[in-house]
Each structure stands twice: as C-alpha cells, then as structure tokens.
C-alpha cells in the first residue's frame, strides 16, 4: 500500500511555463484535494473532489485547473506559472468528505 | 467562509514544561482533526474528536473538543523534544480546511 504518491517532489518552472502536477493514491478513497503551503502559513485548499468526475473550487483556485477521470488519479495544472505560485503542494485523499485526510509527501515549486 | 484559527502561533518551551494549544471558530462542525507536520513532510493525522466535550489521550497529548463542535484545544504534558512541529487543526465537509498552525519548538 503506497497510500498518497505525488511527482515530482521538486519542480523549477520560468514564469508562464505550464506543467501537472501528478497525485495518485490506492486506498480507494473517494474525496481527494490540492493544497499549497506557504511559508509560515498553514494549508490553503485549491480544488477537490468528492469522486470520479467531480471537482470543485476551494480557497485559491486562480491560476489552476483540476480533473478527476479515475478514483486514483487526481492531477493538478498550472496554466501559465507565475512567481506567485511559488510554494509547496500537497495532494490528499480521505474516504470521505469531513474525515481525516491523508497527505502525500509534497512538491516544492519554485517559478523564476 | 469556515475559518480555524489557532494560538499561539508560536511556542518555544523548555523540555518538561505543559502547554496548550488551541483550535476556535464560529462554525459548527461534525469532526475535527488534529494533524503534526514535520519539515519536507505532508501532515499526519493524530487524533479525530466527534462529540461534544469529547476528550482523548494519545500518550502525553490531550484533545478536547468543545461541547459546542467550534473549538478545541490539545495539551501536551511534559513536552519532549520529539514533540517539536508543526500542529494543525483541520475540519469540513466539502471544503476541508486548515488552522494557520502552531510551531512548537521544545529546547532540550
């Protein structure tokens, strides 16, 4: 059981450059979510999914895309990077929505 | 907007002393987590409180939730220097959200 995998675990991107994000996870759980963290501050919710074929915004989506095909897969996009979007990114998954959530171990993303 | 905010933001204690971390709103909700962070690391989840008044012990740590659902707090008895990290509160429903954390640095 891998539980919450993320690629890659570093990622450097010039300004409006554009890559995905890959989370994967095998416990079947349905409710999966992007988070970013910046420094000094806790965890800020970007787009989740409550199952296959549903996303939705959460705080700071701008700048983002999201899609749900599988149950296992949930990848997140950055358009056109922009510096703002420096951060580390963290995909989770929960078995459902409102329960404990578990994280994968994160991408560090610096935009130049 | 459900928002969690923690205190204090920061605490640098010495090994062996007590303290008291906490987790308020003013919403509502069916669950609350509390999560530990360590640096280059995702969060990992602790404890899940449910009921009103609920109180749970995990070793040296205490969590509580208030018999409202909107707030809770976690002590730490005789804090090690293993404890240090960074806490979170997290709970919701669809949005899941997170405290903004409280970074706990216990000196030997």
């Known amino acids: 059981n891998a539980g919450v995998t993320q690629t890659p675990k570093f990622q450097v991107l010039k300004t409006g450059q554009s890559m995905t994000l890959q989370c994967a996870q095998d416990m079947n759980h349905e409710y999966m979510s992007w988070y970013r963290q910046d420094p000094g501050m806790g965890l800020r919710l970007i787009h989740y999914?409550?199952?296959?074929?549903?996303?939705d915004q959460g705080e700071v989506p701008n700048g983002y895309n999201v899609s749900r095909s599988t149950t296992e897969d949930f990848p997140l996009r950055l358009l056109s990077a922009a510096p703002s979007q420096t951060s580390v990114y963290f995909c989770a998954s929960s078995i459902g929505t409102g329960l404990e959530q578990y994280f994968g171990p994160g991408t560090r993303l610096t935009v130049t | 907007t459900q928002l969690l905010e923690q205190s204090p933001q920061f605490l640098s204690i010495q090994e062996g002393e007590n303290l008291t971390v906490y987790c308020n709103s003013s919403?509502?909700?069916?669950?609350l987590q509390w999560y530990r962070q360590e640096p280059g690391e995702g969060p990992v989840l602790l404890v899940t409180v449910v009921t009103g008044g609920e109180v749970k012990k995990l070793k040296r740590l205490t969590f509580q939730f208030g018999d409202a659902r909107k707030d809770s707090s976690l002590h730490i008895t005789a804090a090690q220097p293993g404890d240090t990290g960074l806490y979170l509160c997290g709970a919701g429903t669809y949005k899941y959200i997170f405290g903004t954390g409280t970074r706990l640095k216990v000196l030997a």
């Open positions: 999914s409550v199952g296959a074929g549903i996303t």
């Open positions: 919403s509502v909700f069916s669950s």
